[in-house]
């Protein structure tokens, strides 16, 4: 494939992992894939190239994760390429598993996952940034990101939530948050529409009492627009 990037080989990694049960998510905390089955915790980072930048990001990884991948184009000679062994040799020897993606002459990729991580024998460093990467995952309702995109907008947990909230506005007028919340909003509504970071939100005081009501704004609209799909 000509001009090839990073996201074209996360639907190939993605339908992989989700094939043998797991819950892929993409750009997730700064991870291209983090994918969770029964507790097993496992990240790919996505690479055009096999560099040394992919080999930090993913040594990086290992100190959150239970398995590390890394995924390559499959070099153009293929499995003949000189550079295979030393690859694999590598990775080996850094415990970590590497995934190459291929495409036909018609673009259909097809994916080998040429080595698995050795399971960790060293505990995990980072315990702290483990939960957060956890807590966004489990917290997303699907998988709206492409993993290995640069200079896109991330839909995180949070937009997520604020999204519902507009969405609740939009469909039934100007509300307190108490009201959005009962309609189904998420737990930190009254935070979501009072802080209102992403100014999707516009209030209005109640008479002369301290109470608001919440409508959402131009800016609000078009992002429920722009995420429709997902809602």
């Given at each position: 494939?000509?001009?090839?990037?990073?996201?074209?080989?996360?639907?190939?990694?993605?339908?992989?992992?989700?094939?043998?049960?797991?819950?892929?998510?993409?750009?997730?905390?700064?991870?291209?894939?983090?994918?969770?089955?029964?507790?097993?915790?496992?990240?790919?980072?996505?690479?055009?190239?096999?560099?040394?930048?992919?080999?930090?990001?993913?040594?990086?990884?290992?100190?959150i994760?239970?398995?590390?991948?890394?995924?390559?184009?499959?070099?153009?000679?293929?499995?003949?390429?000189?550079?295979?062994?030393?690859?694999?040799?590598?990775?080996?020897?850094?415990?970590?598993?590497l995934?190459?993606?291929?495409?036909?002459?018609?673009?259909?990729?097809?994916?080998?996952?040429?080595l698995?991580?050795?399971?960790?024998?060293?505990?995990?460093?980072?315990?702290?940034?483990?939960?957060?990467?956890?807590?966004?995952?489990?917290?997303?309702?699907?998988s709206?990101?492409?993993?290995?995109?640069?200079?896109?907008?991330?839909?995180?947990?949070?937009?997520?939530?604020?999204?519902?909230?507009?969405?609740?506005?939009?469909?039934?007028?100007?509300?307190?948050?108490?009201?959005?919340?009962?309609?189904?909003?998420?737990?930190?509504?009254?935070?979501?529409?009072?802080?209102?970071?992403?100014?999707?939100?516009?209030?209005?005081?109640?008479?002369?009492e301290?109470?608001?009501?919440?409508?959402?704004?131009?800016?609000?609209?078009?992002?429920?627009?722009?995420?429709?799909?997902?809602?």
């Open positions: 494939m000509d001009k090839l990037r990073e996201s074209d080989l996360y639907a190939p990694v993605r339908d992989y992992l989700e094939g043998l049960g797991y819950e892929v998510r993409g750009e997730v905390r700064g991870c291209d894939i983090a994918a969770v089955r029964d507790g097993e915790f496992i990240v790919v980072e996505l690479k055009t190239g096999f560099t040394l930048e992919l080999i930090y990001q993913a040594l990086d990884r290992q100190r994760a239970d398995g590390v991948y890394v995924a390559v184009p499959l070099p153009k000679r293929g499995y003949m390429a000189p550079q295979i062994k030393d690859m694999q040799s590598l990775c080996r020897r850094l415990e970590l598993g995934i190459f993606v291929g495409f036909t002459s018609k673009g259909a990729p097809q994916l080998d996952v040429y698995n991580p050795k399971e960790a024998g060293r505990p995990r460093t980072n315990r702290k940034r483990r939960l957060a990467v956890l807590r966004e995952h489990g917290g997303r309702t699907g709206a990101n492409t993993g290995g995109v640069t200079r896109t907008k991330i839909l995180t947990v949070y937009k997520e939530q604020a999204l519902l909230v507009a969405k609740i506005l939009r469909d039934n007028g100007p509300l307190l948050a108490q009201t959005v919340k009962k309609l189904g909003g998420p737990p930190n509504t009254a935070a979501i529409l009072g802080r209102n970071p992403l100014h999707w939100f516009t209030r209005t005081r109640e008479g002369g301290t109470r608001y009501t919440y409508h959402v704004n131009r800016q609000g609209l078009e992002a429920l627009e722009q995420y429709e799909g997902l809602l």
